[in-house]
């Protein structure tokens, strides 16, 4: 197995994952916060998939993934106290456009060869990731913190624990 399919195939179940957390959550559960000072769970669905969109765009050097417009906007550290549903949006929703975005993202991890994953990560991630591939192997990672932060807000919640 080639490690581009590998990621495929870790990115596509990282969202199987993620729909297993959220499947008996409503949105009036989501716009909750497990602690005062914590983000609700609809504006961390917007925040990494606006994320993800922006970073694999800038990876790539040309729009994978456009997103509907004022999307990035509504999911900011600014917005992130906004507890506006109306705002934020809802699960079916953002669910949605996160698969769109990850499937985007698969498809053009499965064209990256072994040169193109070594290539320096833009500029404004470097501090974080050094290459695209280092990029590639961040996005699951980012999907997975989030949602340690929604396991919470399920236990908070008392709903089953799945994990």
Same mark, same amino acid.
């Given at each position: 197995?080639?490690?581009?399919?590998?990621?495929v195939?870790?990115?596509?179940?990282?969202? *199987?994952?993620?729909?297993?957390?959220?499947?008996?959550?409503?949105?009036a559960?989501?716009?909750?916060?497990?602690?005062?000072?914590a983000n609700?769970? &609809?504006?961390?669905? *917007?925040?990494?998939?606006?994320? #993800?969109a922006?970073?694999?765009?800038?990876?790539?050097? /040309?729009?994978?993934?456009?997103?509907?417009?004022?999307?990035? #906007? /509504?999911?900011? /550290? #600014?917005?992130?106290?906004?507890?506006?549903?109306?705002? &934020? *949006?809802?699960?079916?929703?953002?669910?949605?456009?996160?698969?769109?975005?990850?499937?985007?993202?698969?498809k053009?991890?499965?064209?990256?060869?072994? #040169?193109?994953?070594?290539?320096?990560?833009?500029?404004?991630l470097?501090?974080?990731?050094?290459?695209? !591939?280092?990029?590639?192997?961040?996005?699951?990672g980012?999907?997975?913190?989030?949602? !340690?932060?929604?396991?919470?807000? /399920?236990?908070?919640?008392?709903k089953?624990?799945?994990?």
């Amino acid at each position: 197995m080639a490690h581009n399919e590998l990621l495929v195939d870790v990115l596509r179940g990282n969202v *199987g994952f993620l729909k297993m957390h959220l499947s008996d959550m409503t949105d009036a559960e989501l716009i909750q916060r497990p602690v005062p000072a914590a983000n609700n769970g &609809l504006w961390q669905l *917007g925040q990494f998939t606006a994320a #993800e969109a922006q970073m694999v765009n800038a990876c790539a050097g /040309r729009t994978i993934s456009e997103l509907p417009a004022g999307f990035v #906007e /509504r999911y900011t /550290r #600014e917005t992130a106290s906004s507890n506006d549903p109306a705002k &934020l *949006g809802n699960k079916a929703d953002l669910v949605a456009t996160f698969e769109k975005v990850r499937e985007n993202t698969c498809k053009w991890v499965a064209t990256l060869s072994a #040169e193109d994953m070594a290539k320096p990560a833009p500029e404004k991630l470097r501090r974080m990731c050094a290459t695209v !591939g280092h990029v590639v192997y961040l996005l699951p990672g980012h999907v997975f913190m989030h949602v !340690g932060q929604i396991q919470v807000l /399920r236990r908070k919640l008392g709903k089953p624990i799945l994990f």
